[in-house]
Structures are given as structure tokens and as C-alpha cells.
């Protein structure tokens, strides 16, 4: 029997964690991901069972649910991102694909990507040299597809003007993270 370790994004065997004067960025490799796609015809059934799942109404365009133990937030028409603690929803996508059935194409996404917890005063400025996204105008609750350093990325405000979730391809997460830090620096 192999006897095998889970890493980090980043390569190491603990989530990394970096603060910068008032800013804190930490590699959150705790969560389940699962993608959560309606299938043709099945949009609001699938909008429904994936409300009662959540326990919280599907978030619509631009939007995420910041909840204990899911979060979600849209990515398309239809079509959402699901996370939950790791250590108790392993099975995320599993489960998702019992509850939703034939309603939804759900797809295990764990292992593809990074996710940064970055937080703290001056992360608005930080984003707002980083990309696009309205980052100022952010509230708790907001959810951006936008591009970091020429990365394909979602950005989640959990706190406004103080908390920001940052997903990313996993494939590039030394990138971003360097990304994050040189700005980081650079706002300080």
C-alpha cells in the first residue's frame, strides 16, 4: 500500500500563509468543489434543488452564497460553483449529483484549483491594481470572473473592503500567488 501525503498548489504539505503589513494571503486548501451545470430544459428544477442543497437561494449573475458548511457562486448562465469544508464533504460532488440527479451535470473540481484567503485592510487597493473587477465596489456577497497577472480567475468578496476569496487554475497557482505578493508589496 503507498503511503501518499496531500499537497498544497503551492507544492508544500501545510497551506502557505503570508502577511504583508495589513494584508494576509493564505492558501485555503480545505475545501471540496464541485461544478454544478443545468442541464437543457432542467434550468429551474436544477435552480431549485441546488437552493434546497445550499440552503440558500442559487446565487444569479455576479453574485456567491457565504454559508456554513456551502458557499456557491455563479460562473455562467446556469451554471455555479459549490464548496465545502473538505474534511466533512470529501464526497461534495457525489453528494450534489445524488440530490440534483438528472436535473444537473456536476463534475468534481478539488484538484483544479487554488484558493486564496486574502484578507485584511488594503485588499481593495491590492485588487483594484491586480484586475478589473470593481473591487471597491464589492459588498459580501459579490462574485466577479475576472483575470489576475493573464489568469482565467473568480473573485469572491466574503467581507467588504476587508475580504476576498481568490480562485484560480491550480496549474498556476505559483504564479498567482506571486502575483498577489508582488502587489501586496507594492500597496504597502
Not at 8 to 29: C, K, M, Q, V, Y
Not at 174 to 183: E, S
Request: aromatic share 6%; proline share 5%.
Amino acid at each position: 500500500m503507498h503511503n501518499l501525503s496531500p499537497t498544497s498548489a503551492l507544492g508544500a504539505s501545510a497551506p502557505r500563509a503570508d502577511e504583508i503589513g495589513t494584508i494576509r494571503i493564505s492558501e485555503n486548501f480545505g475545501l471540496a468543489l464541485a461544478s454544478v451545470s443545468a442541464r437543457h430544459g432542467q434550468e429551474e428544477r436544477c435552480a431549485d434543488a441546488l437552493s434546497t442543497y445550499i440552503g440558500a437561494t442559487a446565487p444569479g449573475p455576479a453574485r456567491a452564497v457565504i454559508g456554513e458548511p456551502f458557499a456557491a457562486f455563479w460562473t455562467g448562465p446556469d451554471q455555479w460553483m459549490v464548496s465545502a469544508p473538505f474534511e466533512t464533504h470529501e464526497l461534495l460532488a457525489d453528494d450534489l449529483k445524488a440530490s440534483l440527479q438528472d436535473a444537473a451535470s456536476v463534475t468534481e473540481q478539488t484538484d483544479g484549483w487554488v484558493v486564496f484567503d486574502v484578507t485584511g485592510a488594503g485588499v481593495v487597493d491590492l485588487f483594484e491594481r491586480l484586475c478589473p473587477a470593481p473591487a471597491r465596489r464589492m459588498v459580501a456577497g459579490d462574485g466577479q470572473r475576472t483575470t489576475i497577472h493573464h489568469i482565467g480567475c473568480f473573485l469572491n468578496c466574503h467581507a467588504e473592503a476587508q475580504g476576498f476569496q481568490v480562485l484560480g487554475p491550480r496549474s498556476s497557482a505559483g504564479t498567482l500567488h506571486h502575483a498577489l505578493m508582488t502587489v501586496a508589496r507594492a500597496v504597502l
